[in-house]
Protein backbone atom coordinates (compact mmCIF):
# COMPACT_ATOMS: atom_id res chain seq x y z
CA UNK A 1 0.00 0.00 0.00
CA UNK A 2 1.43 3.05 -1.12
CA UNK A 3 1.56 6.14 1.72
CA UNK A 4 -1.51 8.63 0.32
CA UNK A 5 -3.42 5.10 0.65
CA UNK A 6 -2.19 4.37 4.10
CA UNK A 7 -3.39 7.67 5.31
CA UNK A 8 -6.68 8.16 3.46
CA UNK A 9 -7.00 4.89 5.27
CA UNK A 10 -5.68 6.55 8.73
CA UNK A 11 -8.03 9.51 8.16
CA UNK A 12 -11.23 7.26 7.59
CA UNK A 13 -10.55 4.66 10.66
CA UNK A 14 -9.29 7.46 12.85
CA UNK A 15 -13.44 9.68 11.88
CA UNK A 16 -14.94 6.21 12.32
CA UNK A 17 -13.19 5.89 15.49
CA UNK A 18 -13.86 9.05 16.65
CA UNK A 19 -10.56 10.13 17.65
CA UNK A 20 -10.06 13.77 16.81
CA UNK A 21 -6.01 13.91 17.76
CA UNK A 22 -5.73 11.00 15.30
CA UNK A 23 -8.02 12.31 12.28
CA UNK A 24 -5.88 16.03 13.04
CA UNK A 25 -2.40 13.88 12.38
CA UNK A 26 -3.71 11.83 9.45
CA UNK A 27 -5.56 14.69 7.39
CA UNK A 28 -1.60 16.99 8.25
CA UNK A 29 0.35 13.84 6.65
CA UNK A 30 -2.20 12.82 4.31
CA UNK A 31 -1.49 16.81 2.88
CA UNK A 32 2.48 16.74 2.99
CA UNK A 33 1.62 13.88 0.67
CA UNK A 34 -0.10 16.12 -2.14
CA UNK A 35 -3.90 14.25 -1.36
CA UNK A 36 -6.23 16.62 -2.15
CA UNK A 37 -9.17 18.41 -0.35
CA UNK A 38 -11.84 16.82 -2.44
CA UNK A 39 -10.01 13.12 -1.51
CA UNK A 40 -10.23 13.96 2.07
CA UNK A 41 -13.64 14.77 1.81
CA UNK A 42 -14.91 11.55 -0.44
CA UNK A 43 -12.81 9.73 2.28
CA UNK A 44 -14.23 11.55 5.16
CA UNK A 45 -17.60 10.83 3.58
CA UNK A 46 -17.26 7.06 3.63
CA UNK A 47 -16.19 6.86 6.82
CA UNK A 48 -19.17 8.90 8.41
CA UNK A 49 -21.26 6.58 6.53
CA UNK A 50 -19.36 3.74 7.83
CA UNK A 51 -19.42 5.33 11.63
CA UNK A 52 -23.33 6.11 11.11
CA UNK A 53 -24.13 2.16 10.25
CA UNK A 54 -22.51 1.19 12.97
CA UNK A 55 -24.22 2.98 15.49
CA UNK A 56 -27.37 2.24 13.72
CA UNK A 57 -27.41 -1.28 14.20
CA UNK A 58 -26.21 -1.23 17.53
CA UNK A 59 -28.99 0.64 18.05
CA UNK A 60 -31.06 -2.04 16.81
CA UNK A 61 -29.47 -4.50 18.53
CA UNK A 62 -29.57 -3.06 21.94
CA UNK A 63 -33.17 -2.16 21.36
CA UNK A 64 -34.02 -6.28 20.68
CA UNK A 65 -31.85 -6.77 23.78
CA UNK A 66 -34.41 -5.11 25.57
CA UNK A 67 -37.38 -6.83 24.30
CA UNK A 68 -35.61 -10.58 24.04
CA UNK A 69 -34.57 -9.83 27.98
CA UNK A 70 -31.67 -11.59 28.08
CA UNK A 71 -29.13 -12.29 25.20
CA UNK A 72 -27.83 -15.87 24.41
CA UNK A 73 -23.95 -16.03 24.70
CA UNK A 74 -22.71 -16.42 20.96
CA UNK A 75 -19.06 -16.49 21.46
CA UNK A 76 -16.29 -17.55 23.33
CA UNK A 77 -16.14 -14.91 25.64
CA UNK A 78 -16.59 -11.24 25.23
CA UNK A 79 -12.33 -10.42 24.91
CA UNK A 80 -12.46 -7.68 27.62
CA UNK A 81 -9.88 -9.72 29.97
CA UNK A 82 -10.02 -11.80 32.60
CA UNK A 83 -10.99 -9.17 35.36
CA UNK A 84 -13.53 -7.98 33.49
CA UNK A 85 -16.58 -9.65 35.94
CA UNK A 86 -18.93 -10.82 33.03
CA UNK A 87 -20.42 -14.03 32.52
CA UNK A 88 -17.96 -15.43 29.71
CA UNK A 89 -17.10 -19.06 28.75
CA UNK A 90 -13.82 -19.63 28.48
Not at 16 to 36: E, I, K, P, S, W
Amino acid sequence: MDDRTRELVSVAASVAAGCQDCLRQHVAAARRLGVTTDQLHATIDIARAVRLTVSLGMDAFSDAALQDGELAVVSAGCGCGPDCGCRKEA
